[in-house]
């Protein structure tokens, strides 16, 4: 059983800042890949972040140099700065664990960003 929480998201207006974090918990010792997907209205769910166990960072084109994922691996949990937010960037964000083929999502967290 595993059980991934996010929390940090919230209203901010333009050119702001928010910091999600996300801890996961159970029956996994260490994930080998956690991160950060978001999904805004009538939209797909893409990928903003992700980070190995070994400290490789990938970012989607949008949002590099204003965000940066990190992660402390012995307690399961990856953060998420955001800065220099935009509009664009309100939607809910999900945290996302891997090991091996196993899958694990958060409920999710609203980010909102106003203009």
């Known amino acids: 059983q595993v059980q991934v929480v996010e929390s940090g998201g919230g209203l901010v207006q333009a050119g702001g800042s928010l910091r999600l974090s996300c801890a996961a918990s159970?029956?996994?010792?260490?994930?080998?890949?956690m991160g950060w997907y978001r999904q805004a209205p009538g939209k797909q769910r893409e990928l903003v972040a992700a980070?190995?166990?070994?400290?490789?960072?990938n970012y989607v084109d949008s949002v590099k140099g204003r965000f940066t994922i990190s992660r402390d691996s012995a307690k399961n949990t990856v953060y998420l700065q955001m800065n220099s937010l935009k509009p664009e960037d309100t939607a809910v964000y999900y945290c996302?664990?891997?090991?091996?083929?196993?899958?694990?999502w958060g409920q999710g967290t609203q980010v909102t960003v106003s203009s």
């Open positions: 159970g029956s996994i010792f260490s994930f080998n890949v």
């Open positions: 980070i190995t166990n070994g400290g490789g960072t």
């Open positions: 996302h664990a891997a090991v091996g083929a196993a899958r694990y």
